[in-house]
């Protein structure tokens, strides 16, 4: 597998690229500890982008919550990704390095504004009345991460792109779980209405829950019903996994396990997400990491399962969108690492 053009560039043309990368990763380390311990696996022609795609991921979610939920932070967000798109980021180090990022690998602007979306969702405070609107929001905060991460690891293939689809939702199922508390105490319902009703929570019990959330049996079950689901999707995306180029696949092996452990974490629990917050010991994520790196090759059941519907549009912009040329990727990264010097050096 060839390395990057990013990282081919002359020294004086990527002053910036290695200290943004940098950055990036320190937002990383600080804001996702199980993320970050599962990307010290990928090699390194990974590792690099794949933390300018978080950073700016964590970018996104800051400025929404930080804004109070309005949508005009997404609308400011929308206008940087424009920017991004066209070669003229912003000059700090998350816009100037994903300009580079998206370039490079070729990822689809639809992609990244699927997750502005989700984002713009949350800002408007939605609900979801049943389990595949909460897919649909899944699949637009977390799912698009997962398909930019496969183009990350130069993996374009429908099925591959499919399973990293469903590792992003599965991992977002994951955190729902494990933050129902949370997220109550900021006034947010994740779980579906339809299925608290299942529960035998009517429309004036689940309003009176969210207003003053309290340990409840018919919540955990509904919160033990989402982590199976979760669980289902993990192991589809364990068959994606041999799809990726061997060197990646300890690092997203570990990934999957770990965030499948945070879930068996709340199972242990009962679902209850109120009095406590799931977490995985430094122990148990060292012996995920063991395990992520010796199961190479994982079963390939459920590898041809279809998409995810909430996920199609996802892979449906990866197919309108070629791969990219190596010499034209190169060409344009390195015009815009002197463009943006000379407007610095105006500057």
Same mark, same amino acid.
């Given at each position: 597998?060839?390395?990057?053009?990013?990282?081919?560039?002359?020294?004086?043309?990527?002053?910036?690229?290695?200290?943004?990368?940098?950055?990036?990763?320190?937002?990383?380390?600080?804001?996702?500890?199980?993320?970050?311990?599962?990307?010290?696996?990928?090699?390194?022609?990974?590792?690099?982008?794949?933390?300018?795609?978080?950073?700016?991921?964590?970018?996104?979610?800051?400025?929404?919550?930080?804004?109070?939920?309005?949508?005009?932070?997404?609308?400011?967000?929308?206008?940087?990704?424009?920017?991004?798109?066209?070669?003229?980021?912003?000059?700090?180090?998350?816009?100037?390095?994903?300009?580079?990022?998206?370039?490079?690998?070729?990822?689809?602007?639809?992609?990244?504004?699927?997750?502005?979306?989700?984002?713009?969702?949350?800002?408007?405070?939605?609900?979801?009345?049943?389990?595949?609107?909460?897919?649909?929001?899944?699949?637009?905060?977390?799912?698009?991460?997962?398909?930019?991460?496969?183009?990350?690891?130069?993996?374009?293939?429908?099925?591959?792109?499919?399973?990293?689809?469903?590792?992003?939702?599965?991992?977002?199922?994951?955190?729902?779980?494990?933050?129902?508390?949370?997220?109550?105490?900021?006034?947010?319902?994740?779980?579906?209405?339809?299925?608290?009703?299942?529960?035998?929570?009517?429309?004036?019990?689940?309003?009176?829950?969210?207003?003053?959330?309290?340990?409840? &049996?018919? =919540?955990?079950?509904?919160? /033990? !019903? $989402?982590?199976?689901?979760?669980?289902? @999707?993990? %192991?589809? +995306?364990? *068959?994606?996994?041999?799809?990726?180029?061997?060197?990646?696949?300890?690092?997203?092996?570990?990934?999957?396990?770990?965030?499948?452990?945070?879930?068996?974490?709340?199972?242990?629990?009962?679902?209850?997400?109120?009095?406590?917050?799931?977490?995985?010991?430094?122990?148990?994520?060292? &012996?995920? =990491?063991?395990?992520?790196? /010796? !199961? $190479?090759?994982?079963?390939?059941?459920? @590898?041809? %399962?279809? +998409?995810? *519907?909430?996920?199609?549009?996802?892979?449906?912009?990866?197919?309108?969108?070629?791969?990219?040329?190596?010499?034209?990727?190169?060409?344009?990264?390195?015009?815009?690492?002197?463009?943006?010097?000379?407007?610095?050096?105006?500057?």
């Amino acid at each position: 597998m060839s390395t990057p053009p990013i990282v081919r560039l002359e020294p004086a043309l990527a002053q910036h690229w290695w200290s943004d990368v940098a950055a990036c990763r320190a937002t990383l380390r600080q804001h996702s500890k199980t993320f970050h311990a599962a990307s010290l696996l990928l090699p390194a022609r990974v590792r690099a982008p794949a933390s300018v795609l978080y950073g700016f991921c964590r970018l996104a979610d800051d400025a929404v919550d930080v804004d109070g939920g309005q949508r005009d932070a997404v609308a400011r967000l929308q206008q940087r990704l424009d920017r991004v798109y066209a070669g003229q980021p912003l000059p700090v180090p998350a816009d100037r390095a994903l300009a580079s990022v998206v370039a490079a690998y070729a990822i689809p602007k639809a992609l990244p504004e699927f997750l502005l979306e989700g984002l713009a969702w949350d800002a408007e405070g939605r609900e979801y009345e049943h389990f595949d609107a909460l897919l649909a929001y899944a699949a637009r905060v977390a799912g698009a991460v997962g398909a930019m991460m496969s183009l990350l690891m130069e993996t374009r293939a429908p099925d591959a792109l499919a399973r990293a689809c469903d590792l992003g939702v599965a991992m977002q199922l994951s955190n729902i779980a494990r933050d129902v508390g949370a997220d109550a105490a900021l006034g947010r319902l994740y779980l579906p209405r339809a299925w608290l009703r299942e529960a035998g929570m009517d429309d004036a019990a689940i309003l009176r829950w969210r207003a003053a959330p309290v340990r409840d &049996a018919r =919540v955990e079950a509904v919160v /033990l !019903r $989402l982590v199976a689901e979760a669980d289902r @999707l993990y %192991a589809r +995306a364990g *068959a994606g996994v041999a799809r990726l180029p061997l060197a990646c696949r300890p690092g997203i092996n570990a990934a999957r396990l770990m965030y499948a452990a945070i879930g068996h974490q709340v199972r242990r629990a009962g679902g209850d997400g109120l009095s406590r917050r799931a977490r995985v010991g430094g122990w148990r994520k060292l &012996a995920l =990491v063991a395990q992520g790196t /010796l !199961r $190479l090759w994982p079963a390939q059941q459920g @590898l041809q %399962a279809p +998409a995810l *519907a909430a996920n199609q549009p996802l892979l449906d912009a990866v197919a309108a969108r070629a791969a990219p040329a190596r010499v034209d990727t190169a060409e344009f990264v390195i015009d815009l690492f002197t463009r943006l010097s000379r407007q610095e050096s105006r500057a």
